[in-house]
């Protein structure tokens, strides 16, 4: 696939990052990478400069901005027409990139959510807490009710969508609660979404990033506003 464009915004993770940009490259091999290192504090940086693949873009930046401010970058710097986002740390298997871009390639919708709540989809047993399932199940009934589409996994970190309606949404969020947030500018904006069903597996090294209880305030605040005051 030519006109692909992969963003992979990290956290600390130079465990992973390598595997994650090999897994891509091998399953899409002609799409352009964009990693987009935001503020690590550990080696990850050093880790993609010495990949030197070619296709494989570095953004760095300090200090530490979020994740949706890191997604953010991604989409202005791809510089393709399709772009996906997957986590650095292979929890949505690479290999499923061919099936989330498909609707998009057919032209049957601009903007891809992944779900592992809906049939065909799996979750790899101790991938996801308690705690998790309960707090995606209120932020994706939430959206749904903001948005007025039913959606599954609002934050499942993979998706695709194409350049021109991410530009057209523009995401101001710069954390977690970026996701959501283009549930509801997608809507707004008459884009459509539609869910891809997948196997989730658990994080291959580290440690999560979310801290449950700052993303619950937060997140719900920038949602209503996002809703009625944009
Ligand atoms: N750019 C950026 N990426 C982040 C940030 N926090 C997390 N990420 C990335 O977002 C993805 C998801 O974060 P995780 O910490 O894995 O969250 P999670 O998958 O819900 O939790 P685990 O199941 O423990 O992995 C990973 O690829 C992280 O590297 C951040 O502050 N900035
Ligand atoms: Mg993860």
Redesign the pocket.
Same mark, same amino acid.
């Given at each position: 696939m030519k006109n692909l464009s992969i963003i992979i915004?990290?956290?600390n993770?130079q465990d992973n990052i390598e595997e994650t940009v090999l897994r891509v490259r091998k399953t899409v091999p002609e799409a352009e990478i964009v990693v987009?290192d *935001?503020g690590s504090k550990d080696k990850t940086v050093d880790v993609v400069k010495n990949m030197k693949l070619k296709n494989l873009k570095l953004v760095s930046y300090q200090p %530490?901005m =979020?994740?949706g401010y890191?997604i953010k970058q991604g989409i202005i710097n791809g510089k393709e027409e399709i772009q996906a986002q997957v *986590?650095? *740390?292979s929890?949505f298997p690479p290999e499923e990139l061919p099936g989330l871009i498909k609707p998009i390639l057919d032209k049957k919708s601009d903007i891809v959510f992944c779900s592992r709540f809906i049939k065909g989809a799996t979750v790899e047993k101790g991938?996801l807490t308690r705690m998790r399932r309960v707090a995606n199940f209120v932020v994706s009934s939430f959206t749904s009710l903001l948005c007025g589409q039913w959606l599954t996994d609002v934050n499942a =970190?993979f998706k695709a969508w194409t350049k021109k309606a991410m530009m057209d949404i523009d995401m101001r969020c710069p954390h977690f609660g970026y996701e959501p947030e283009i549930a509801i500018m997608a809507r707004k904006k008459g884009y459509k979404i539609v869910e891809f069903p997948i196997n989730y597996k658990r994080?291959l090294e580290g %440690?999560? %990033?979310?801290n449950l209880w700052r993303e619950g305030v937060i997140i719900p605040l920038f949602l209503l506003k996002t809703k009625f005051f944009r």
């Amino acid at each position: 696939m030519k006109n692909l464009s992969i963003i992979i915004a990290c956290y600390n993770e130079q465990d992973n990052i390598e595997e994650t940009v090999l897994r891509v490259r091998k399953t899409v091999p002609e799409a352009e990478i964009v990693v987009v290192d *935001d503020g690590s504090k550990d080696k990850t940086v050093d880790v993609v400069k010495n990949m030197k693949l070619k296709n494989l873009k570095l953004v760095s930046y300090q200090p %530490n901005m =979020g994740k949706g401010y890191a997604i953010k970058q991604g989409i202005i710097n791809g510089k393709e027409e399709i772009q996906a986002q997957v *986590d650095a *740390d292979s929890q949505f298997p690479p290999e499923e990139l061919p099936g989330l871009i498909k609707p998009i390639l057919d032209k049957k919708s601009d903007i891809v959510f992944c779900s592992r709540f809906i049939k065909g989809a799996t979750v790899e047993k101790g991938s996801l807490t308690r705690m998790r399932r309960v707090a995606n199940f209120v932020v994706s009934s939430f959206t749904s009710l903001l948005c007025g589409q039913w959606l599954t996994d609002v934050n499942a =970190g993979f998706k695709a969508w194409t350049k021109k309606a991410m530009m057209d949404i523009d995401m101001r969020c710069p954390h977690f609660g970026y996701e959501p947030e283009i549930a509801i500018m997608a809507r707004k904006k008459g884009y459509k979404i539609v869910e891809f069903p997948i196997n989730y597996k658990r994080r291959l090294e580290g %440690n999560t %990033n979310v801290n449950l209880w700052r993303e619950g305030v937060i997140i719900p605040l920038f949602l209503l506003k996002t809703k009625f005051f944009r």
